[in-house]
């Protein structure tokens, strides 16, 4: 068996960095088509960063009128609900995004840490597989929601999803 020449291998490791490092790019949040654009997804993702939830809600709600097909927007609207206290009203929203895009892996983390908080651990499982499916590398959105799926777990249920990734 021939061992391929160090070249190759170190291209090789440098195309597949490139290309995760470009994956995340895509689907941070934020980085969606026309999210750059729109001030008002700019001044809600600015009040998230804040923690101002309540203040982000209206101006997403804008945005998801104005722009019907952007998941990226649905997906920060739900968690801005989330965070703002309503888990239950956040769900279908962050669906909202999944039908818009299925393989949106901010989406699949948030709606998994949103069943957490209403104590239905199946249905986060079933959105951890999912992003273990669309994770070619580990990939944060996974390794976060599998980080909270095993504290609440191990917490037999009192441990609920409540760090701030903004």
């Known amino acids: ?9 170190a291209l090789a490791l440098a195309l597949m960095l490139l290309a995760a490092g470009a994956a995340l790019a895509a689907d941070s949040p934020g980085s969606g088509p026309g999210a750059a654009e729109d001030p008002d997804y700019t001044a809600a993702s600015n009040a998230i ?3 101002e939830f309540a203040r982000a809600i209206p101006l997403l709600e804008g945005v998801v009128q104005r722009e019907a097909g952007n998941a990226d927007a649905h997906n920060l609207l739900a968690y801005a609900i989330r965070k703002n206290g309503d888990p239950a009203k956040a769900i279908p ?3 909202k995004a999944l039908a818009l895009d299925p393989k949106h892996r901010g989406a699949h983390e948030y709606i998994g840490e949103a069943y ?4 239905d651990l199946g249905k986060a499982r079933e959105h ?5 499916r ?3 590398l580990p990939c944060a959105e996974y390794r976060d929601l599998k980080k909270a799926v095993e504290a609440y777990e191990k917490s037999g249920g009192a441990v609920k999803p409540a760090g701030q990734k903004w």
Request: charged share 20%; net charge positive.
């Open 116 to 119: 957490l908080t209403l104590g």
């Open 128 to 132: 951890l597989k999912a992003l273990d």
């Open 1 to 9: 068996m021939r061992t391929p020449p160090r070249a190759t291998i």
């Open 49 to 51: 960063k804040a923690g």
């Open 134 to 136: 669309l994770c070619f």
């Open 93 to 95: 929203i962050y669906q």
